[in-house]
């Protein structure tokens, strides 16, 4: 599943990252003020680790997956890695699970220091 078609009216994207002590958390206060908009507050870096994931799963296909693997080679099935899908999913858990916007949002997004 598509986690963006649960978000018919979804305009875009915003993300605010700063240094501490300059004025996000006003300036997320601000946004949230448009209509539709659901800017959440910090959540500890947790976009990183998939971030990541998705670079360890890319090298993982790009140079361990050049060529088909035999089930004895270790890294086998690498060249079976499907990105463009892995990184929708990390991208789909991240707006459900951390995010987790309410249906009509237009603007989704979050701030972190």
Known sequence: MNILSSYP???????IVTYGRSGSTILQR???TIPGSCIRGENN???NPLFR????????????GKSPTEPINPWFGAE?????SYSRGLAGNFIE????PPPDAR???????
């Open 45 to 47: 870096g947790a976009i």
């Open 30 to 32: 601000i946004v949230q």
């Open 80 to 84: 079976r890695i499907q990105l463009d």
């Open 97 to 100: 699970h951390i995010l987790n």
């Open 9 to 15: 009216n979804l305009k875009g994207f915003i993300v």
């Open 107 to 113: 603007w989704v997004g979050f701030k972190e220091i």
């Open 53 to 64: 994931a998705y670079q360890r799963a890319k090298r993982a296909r790009f140079h361990f």
